[in-house]
């Protein structure tokens, strides 16, 4: 049963993996890359300042979503995949050499699970319980789901790593969330609201919608910088 399900992982990965266009290789790389996502870290601290009227606050609920990171991407980069050791599909000796490989790109050795979706997942779910608004939801998941097709069209997590990853970095940030509620706001002045202005828990829908607006025009960035590199 093992075996069956890793050959399936295997020819699933090989299906999704690279294409015949460079402007594609171009946007994923771009993608990718944590640097190309800086601005929308800028918007939701910004985000996070705006809407909360303590320190204590702002710092908690900062402090949680590198809490985020450290649970769901460092365990899972310097204990899971040295203790796993599960080839990256790149340095896979059975199916290494037909993985397409993107500007020589081939991530470390082991790849299991993917980093890359547990961090964004992790902070994608933790947002979302905090500020509580649907399109903002909607926009955070996407973003975290571009980010794992990324990763497998360059070849460098098999499927089930990235569905691991998301669901590890599901249960990490239910966790901080709780671990915020329960430690670090015992009390909650802010509501909840009811007004369209503002999200359940407070937040001011017109500064969300900003942080998406950062989310969109980044996405675009991405097209336009694969276009010059082409």
Not at 9 to 25: A, E, P, R, T
Request: neutral net charge; hydrophobic residues 50%.
């Amino acid at each position: 049963m093992t075996d069956t399900l890793i050959h399936i992982d295997k020819q699933l990965l090989l299906l999704l993996n690279g294409s015949d266009s460079l402007y594609v290789d171009a946007m994923m790389s771009t993608l990718t890359a944590a640097r190309t996502w800086i601005p929308l870290y800028i918007a939701l601290f910004y985000l996070v300042i705006r809407n909360n009227d303590s320190v204590r606050k702002i710092v908690s609920i900062v402090g949680c979503a590198l809490l985020c990171v450290l649970l769901a991407g460092t365990i899972d980069d310097t204990i899971v995949k040295p203790l796993v050791q599960r080839w990256r599909p790149t340095h896979d000796p059975e199916i290494g050499v037909l993985v397409d490989i993107v500007d020589g790109y081939r991530g470390g050795n082991y790849g299991f699970f993917s980093a890359h979706a547990a961090n964004t997942f992790s902070i994608a779910v933790f947002f979302i319980l905090v500020v509580r608004n649907v399109y903002l939801s909607i926009s955070l998941v996407t973003w975290s789901l571009v980010n794992c097709w990324t990763r497998l069209y360059l070849g460098v997590h098999y499927p089930g790593d990235i569905l691991v990853g998301l669901l590890w970095g599901g249960v990490v940030a239910l966790g901080v969330y709780i671990f915020y509620q329960r430690l670090l706001v015992k009390t909650n002045d802010k509501g909840p609201f009811v007004s369209t202005q503002y999200s359940s828990t407070g937040y001011v829908v017109s500064d969300v919608d900003m942080v998406i607006a950062v989310l969109a025009y980044t996405f675009v960035y991405a097209q336009l910088r694969a276009c010059f590199l082409i």
